[in-house]
Structure formats: C-alpha cells, structure tokens
C-alpha cells in the first residue's frame, strides 16, 4: 500500500437486488469520494455520517425509476453502500450467522486432557455482548450433539471472559475473569487452565494483550476450583467463530489469528494464522499441521471498511450535449432516517407484555375522553367499564396514564378462547390506592373453565382474601393472607394470580409487589383441574373508590417474568444496557453500547431521542459504526485512560499536514453548572478559584453558566455529574479543532489510521516551539475523509482535549497519587540546579519513600522528575532531573509545586 506510485485500492459497493455489487469502475475520478462521520469542532450532537460521489450513468445503470435500467426494481431510496480499502492484512470475517466458523477435524494432539492454554486475537463489534446475544463463542473443542463437550472460551456479557470445561462430556465447569477487558476494539485474550494447582484444585488464569505476542497482561484474579480437573477427550473439531451445536448468540467479528498449546506456554497443537491469507481462501494448513476449513458465512477478507450508509437520493444530470450523463450521490448514515420520524414509542409496559404471548390484554391507556380499553391484540375484545376515569393517573413510571375508579366501577372483558401448550394460566395487572378499605371489598374478579369456575379476590386492612366457586356455586376455594402493606401510599404494584397443574392438584400462586421494592407471595393447591381463563367480570367495592389500576392481561402460561422492570420504566437500567434494549425492541442494528450511568424511568419518546437520553445522561458518543450499517455508543467511562491510537509526528511529512492551527477560545467554557435530574432534584458545581473561574479577569474570566436536565435514576447522581461536567468545562487547554493527515505523503500511518476510531486517543508529538511543550493530546469527535483517484488520501480529524479524560486509578503510580494543597519553592534555583527546597503549608509532608519514586513535578511550567525527597518536616529537599518537557529556565522562591499529572476523579 505505497503511495504515490501505487494506486489507493478503494472499492464501493451498492446492494443491488440484496447482493453486493462492486461499482468501483463507475466512480468519477473528478468527484472524489468524501466521507464526513462523528461530531466537528466539539459540537453537541453527532450529525448522520454521510458521503458524496458521482457515479457515471451514460449506461442508465443508476436511474431507479427508469425502466429501460438493467437494475430497474433493484435500486432504490436507501439502498445501502459501502466504501473499503484494503487493510494490509487478512482476517476471518465472522457475520452475525449461526454456523460462520473455521474448524479443523479432532487429531491426537488436540486430545488434550490436563495443562491447556488458549490464545485468540480479534476484533468483535462489540467485546461486552448485544442485547439479543450476551455471551458469544471464541474458540472451543466443544460439540453438545452427542455429548462431545471438551473446552469452550467465551465472551461475555459486560465485557467479561469464560472458561469452561468438562470432565465427562456432558457436564461444565465455567469460570469467568472477575475484571472485563479493557476498551479496545483489537484485543488478544487468553486462559490458561492449570488442571492441578498442587493444593488439590485447578485454576484458571485470564489475561489481555495487544496482540497474540503479548506481553500478557492479567485479568482480574485466578480462579481456584476444587478438585483436580480433567478434560473430557472428544470427537468434537476445534472451531473458532460460531461453534456448531451451541445455543448461544452469534455476533460479528475478525479473527486474526489464534493458538492452542498443550500445557500452559507450551507445544502449540494449533495455529492459524490469517494474516497472510489470500482473501477468498477456503482451506489451509497451519504450522501446527492443522488444515481449516471456512464454513457457513464465514470468509476470509482483507477490507477495511470506511462507511456503510444508505444512498437517500438518485438525482440524474447530464451536460448539455447528453453526452455526460452521471448522478451526483449523497449517502447517509441510518442516524439520518431515524431521525425522520417523530413518533414516540409506546410506554415500555406496553412495549413489553404483548411479547409475552397474552390471549388478552387491555392496557388502559386510553384518553380522558374514553369510554372502553381497547385491547392491541387481534381478536381480543375491548374491556367494557362503568364509572371509570380514563387518564387520571401518571404516577406509574412504565405507563402511560392510567384510568381511576369511582364508588359504582366495573370492568368486564372476554377473554378469546385459547389452548395453553403448558396447561397453566396467569391473570396479572398494576393497582394503586392511596389507603385500604376499612373492610372487606371486591377488586378482582374472573372466570375459568377449570375446577374454580369464578374467582373472587378482595381486600381490607389486614390483608387479601381469595374466594373460589365450582360450576355448582359451591366454595372450593376460601384463603385468607394476613398482610397490610398491599395497598397504601399511591404505591404502585404489580399483581399476580396464576394456577398450574400438579397432578390431580393445582397449585396456585397470588404475589404482589412494589413496583420499586419489595413484596409479597402466596401459594397454595387443591384437588381439581386448572383449564382456562374465560373473561374478567368485576364490580369493584364502593370502598375502592379512588383506585387507580391497568395493563391487565392474561396469559396461557405462569411465567411471572412479564414485568421485567418494565413496569418502573426500567428506572435504574444502565445507559448502555438501555441502549441495546431499545435497539433490539425496534430492530436498529447496533454493534456496540457500554455506558454505567443508571437511568430513570424510560418514558414516551420518539426512540432517536430516547436513546440521546441515554447518551446524555452518561456523557459518550452515540454514533454509526462503520464496520455495518449500525449505531454504535461508546460510554463515558471508555475514555477513560486511553492508550494512544495513533501517533503524529509534527517534523515528519504528511503526519500533520497544514494548517494546524489551536484555538485558544471559549466556546467550551462553563465554570458553573447546574445538573437537575428530571422530576427530581439539582445539584450546582462552581469553579471559584482556578483560571477560568467566575472571578473577573485576570484571575479568572468570569461568569459562563448553563443548567442541563437529564434523565438519571436517583438525586444521589446529580452532584457528582454537575462536578464532572465543570471539570471538562474548565479545562485550561488550547483547543485543536482539525488535525489534517496526508495519507498519501505518509502511508506508514495508514494501518493505524484504519484501526482508530471516533472517540480514540491520537498524540502530536514533536510540536513547533512556539507551543507548549510536550505531546498534543487529543481525542478524535469526528472526521472528514477524503478519497481520490488515482492516489489523493486526505483525513481531517475533529479533535477535543485528551487531557481532562486522564483519570486517577488507585494505587497507579502516576494517576493514584494525591496532589499536594499548597507547596512551594522554599527559595530560589537557577536553571541548572539538580536539588530543590520545597516548603509545604497546612498539608500533609511528601513521601519519602522510594516505592512512591520516581515521580513528575511541574514548576512553573517546566516539568522535573524527582528521584529523592529528604527531611521530616518543612522545607523538604527534592533531588531532580531538570527539563523532563524541554522546558528549563530559573525559578524564584514561591513558585508553586504540584504534580505534572494531578489525579482526577472520574465518576
């Protein structure tokens, strides 16, 4: 991939007809494709990515609507494109399919009973799971047809690994590392099972690298089993990607490669290698004398894609001969069509329970004009009601609101007839009441086809009765629960009522429970039958006044998991979790959501904005991935600690292409901030004192406020956000808006160019003098990449400060250290003094000790690593190595004394 001379081996793609078809030979070199992704100059919101081209149409190949076209009914408004360019090495590509693999056959020395130690480079879209797919397949010896189960190393939900073997084939032992893998979207893990650990057990050891040539990095704490381990001997093949026979998630991924060694750091029985693959290839051996075989959707590729984005427009022109016919195309990110509609999503329980399979289900939501509940399921009548209020009540956080009841109410319902696979029932539903009736009174009543042909469950001050009645009127069921915390409060709670068979008994169950809390259950059985339920019948006790209830369904099974939490609008739902549910509910493919900030109740809203709730709330980047046509969010805390993805050399051609040009402004300047979490409490954080405090100039640079609501679960959260927030709002630094990168005059850059990311760390190291010394660190918001014929490579990097991310980790020998609260030069240096008097005031002395040496100061702006600190009280001397960041000057007695990097604590 050398530049100038070699041509840039671009390829664009169109799925025409659903198939994937290179379009490359109809790009016009005078229309350079230009790709724009992320958020510019630190923007707030992440605009859709798009891309402009133009395709030649003098063959009328690109005329949707025309029918003289060879893709006449194949094209059409957001037909999806993709750009690629060739990587510099290959890898398997591994699709979300089930069966996509690699697998070579069962050998003797795959036979491995004892010591075993396993190795896997890749890159997964996403290392902590999805929604619909929590724990995904590595690599495994590992077949359940048959019982042929050996090992299996797995990725897990949250970003955690799992090791797991078994002894007979049948059985597992599972481990999982007790720390996730770092942020980074290449990664080598590994596992090592030392099957007898001397003390009459087995451990597991997990570790991370950079790469399959390490150096390895533990991962959180061994994992001691009891007992000796030993390793079933199987049948089954080694498979990396999508094991056969399992029932987990399948998720897309590269492997790079991958070994197994028999004994831990020892022989390798298997090792490939897909680096130098010829893409396409089907089957080779590797230099374990291992032959792998492609399977399924799984192939080899060596394509780094740059954006996957739908084309929103086919707008035809011609020159005037007609002889230049060609479309001028825009694409754009899905980000573009999600944000065209306006419709708020339902409220999440209504959401939620019809996906649990109910034959009846009247959700109550209705306006405050109604008369009857509908129901959303086909077939299923409206709930018939008297002396209802709809709309009356929006205290339930997972609901829309929710009608009340006066003195004379009723509700009747049918329910259509149904055939329960289990043979079970549920009736369940929410209530609220503001205090108990006094007495005895009815507020549930319904009807089955089973030995308790009506149900009748009442309530009073002491607690809940439950009556029963055969077909003859007689009482068959007569139960009493003595508990006075079901009603009360406005609380709201969820009801359950369900029956199940038992031999020729049925058990039945009733449970309520605080939306928010605790509650309370009741089980009993009796001789009969269960059969079905056939209508909700009711007229509620006049004591009941007042009751607010809804979302009252029946189901032809017991399963009490169809709440979830969505009755409490998932409050305490972590962001990124929130993220992947709302994507699978609504079928928006997304590869990637992290993010530990935990929200309050999901409410109506149009999903776009939803999920910038989320977003907001924990303070990443929601963006499209450019790897599929997919959102991807990365978290807050993803930011944290970065390693450096790419690295600029200022004084080497094309690293960093002019102008560079920092912008010493205030455009994200705030030093009071207000942080109020919707219905609930607000929190206020004020810079005072520091550089660009609200103290009038010089001092400071006065007053820039903003106040800012989010959606968050507690007011506990608030303080320590509105804190956060004024730290990036403060941080005294020069902004980098562009960082220009000429590819072509420096293709070395180009394999770390393709591996970063929005949201990825980059240093410019080598600046000009005239600025401040030391690396540029930046964080890459967005960018504009520019494509040309035969060999114009050009990517402008948005950029904000890397700095304010940095934050203390404790016991880390540079950012787990706490800075000092006021020390001084004691007196004076000159520019060659190796020996400092340091004087400290109302603050703890510092160390002397040599395990929390060395350690870097800044002084006046000249950065000195001291190598020994003496003396018991103060002033204390600091031996020093002058000019660390190529600063070195004298300085006067007075000068403050702090640590070059101050710890920062993140939250």
Known sequence: MAFPTTPIELLAELQIGGTWTDVTADLYARGPLTIERGRPDEATRVDPAKAGFQLDNRGNKYSPRNPRSVNYGLLGRNTPVRFSVPLGYSYLDVPAVAGSQIATPDHASLDITGDIDVRVEMIPST?????????????????????????LMMGGNGGYVQFRWSADGTGTTVNWSTQPVPAARR??????????????????????????????????????TAGIASIFNSTASLEIGDITGTNFGVQARRIIRAEVRSGIGGTVVAAPDMRALTPGTTSWADTAGRTWTVGGAASISNRAYRLHAEVSAWPSRWDVSGQDVYVPVEAAGILRRLGQGQKALSSSLRRRIPTFGPVAYWPCEEGSEATQAYSPLPGCAPLAVHGWEFAADAGCAGSDPLPKIDAAA?????????????????????????????????????????????????????????????????????????????????????????????????????????????????????AGTVGTVTRIDTHFGALLSGMRLGHIGVYPHADLGVWGTSDNGYRGEVAGARIRRLCAEEGVPLTHASGDTPMGPQQAAPLLTLLSEAADADGGILHEDREALALRYRGRADFYNQPVALTLDYNTAGHVAPPLEPTDDDQRTRNDRTVTRRSGSSARAVDETGPLSTQAPPAGVGTYDDEVTLNLASDSQVEDIAAWRLHLGTWDEARYPTVHVDLAAAPSLIPAVLAMDIGDRIQIINPPTWLPPGPIDLIVEGYTETIGHPNHWDIILSCSPAGPWTVAVVDDLVTGRADTDGSTLASGITSTATSLSVATVGAPLWSTSGADLPVDIEVAGEVMRVTAISGASSPQTFTVTRSINTVVKAQSSGTDVRFDQAPIISY
């Open 187 to 224: 990664l080598a893990i590994r596992a090592t099972l030392d099957a007898n650990n001397g003390a009459g057990g087995s451990t597991v050891v997990f570790y991370t690298a950079t790469s399959l040539a390490g150096p390895w990095t533990q991962l959180g704490d061994p994992i001691v």
């Open 410 to 526: 009723s509700m009747y319902g049918v329910v259509p007839p149904y055939t329960s696979a289990v043979n079970s029932w549920l009736v369940a539903l929410l209530y609220s009441q503001d205090a108990p009736p006094a007495s005895m009174s009815q507020w549930l009543t319904f009807t089955t086809t089973g030995t308790a042909r009506t149900i009748v469950v009442g309530t009073d001050a002491a607690g809940i009765s439950v009556l029963g009645y055969d077909v003859a009127g007689s009482t068959v069921i007569n139960e009493y629960f003595s508990n006075s915390d079901t009603f009360g409060a406005g609380r709201w709670f969820r009801f359950d009522f369900s029956a199940q068979p038992s031999g020729g008994n049925v058990n039945f169950h009733m449970g309520w429970v605080d939306i928010d809390g605790a509650g309370s259950q009741w089980n009993w059985s009796m």
């Open 127 to 151: 290392w902590i799971g999805t929604y619909d797919a929590p724990y995904w397949e590595c690599i495994g010896k590992y077949q359940s047809t048959g019982n042929q189960r050996s090992w």
